[in-house]
């Protein structure tokens, strides 16, 4: 039981770059979500998936794409990387209704 | 919007003090409140949750409590080791949606 993995763990990009980060649980949770954490700041929510086949955007949703693959799979997408997109990306799931969340290790994008 | 403060942003203890974090969130309608543990380079570990309804939760040497009418909630480390160096969020839950707020964090030193 890996409970939440994403990959990878850190990415150099250039300024407009793209690129896919990963996240899969293996908890068989409903809900997934993807944050960014920056210095100096608490967690903040980018997009979320309440099931599969649906996805909302959170509070930081410009720049980002995502897409709920099936239910284990919630993936982020940067189609133009920016420099302020240089951040701390944290991938979490969670059973409907349990406050409670997993977090994965985190991806570290550093974007040049 | 919800706001969440954590003061300090990072603390230094010797080995055997007791620690207290400090948590205040702006809006205190109907939320739980749960606090993190999250070690350099990892992701978020849950410590305790407290539900609206209740004022305290304990496990082992933690300790936190919540004060809804004072939009406050803190978290005592009873009998500190350098082992609990690492960097505590909370976070506030909608109970609606189950979104989570966070705080910056404050980062604990224990020194031997």
């Known amino acids: 039981n890996a409970g939440v993995t994403q990959t990878p763990k850190f990415q150099v990009l250039k300024t407009g770059q793209s690129m896919t980060l990963q996240c899969a649980q293996d908890?068989?949770?409903?809900?997934m979500y993807w944050y960014r954490q920056d210095p100096g700041m608490g967690l903040r929510l980018i997009y979320y998936?309440?099931?599969?086949?649906?996805?909302d955007k959170g509070e930081v949703p410009n720049g980002y794409n995502v897409s709920r693959l099936n239910k284990r799979e919630f993936s982020l997408r940067l189609e133009s990387a920016a420099p302020s997109q240089t951040s701390v990306y944290f991938c979490?799931?969670?059973?409907?209704?349990?406050?409670?969340?997993?977090f994965g290790p985190g991806t570290r994008l550093l974007v040049l | 919007k919800q706001e969440v403060t954590q003061i300090p942003a990072a603390l230094s203890v010797p080995e055997g003090e007791n620690l207290v974090l400090n948590c205040s969130f702006t809006?205190?309608?109907?939320?739980?409140l749960q606090w993190f543990r999250q070690d350099p380079g990892k992701g978020l570990t849950s410590l305790l949750l407290?539900?609206?309804?209740?004022r305290e939760q304990t496990s082992g040497r933690l300790n936190a409590s919540l004060d809804k009418s004072s939009g406050r909630s803190t978290l005592y480390i009873a009998a500190s080791q350098p082992g609990d160096s690492a960097t505590y969020l909370c976070?506030?839950?909608?109970?609606?949606?189950?979104?989570?707020?966070f705080g910056a964090g404050t980062t604990v030193t224990v020194r031997a």
């Open positions: 979490a799931s969670s059973v409907p209704g349990r406050e409670t969340q997993y």
């Open positions: 976070a506030v839950i909608r109970l609606d949606d189950y979104k989570l707020s």
């Open positions: 809006d205190s309608a109907i939320y739980n």
């Open positions: 998936s309440a099931s599969e086949g649906t996805t």
């Open positions: 908890m068989n949770h409903n809900s």
């Open positions: 407290i539900q609206s309804s209740q």
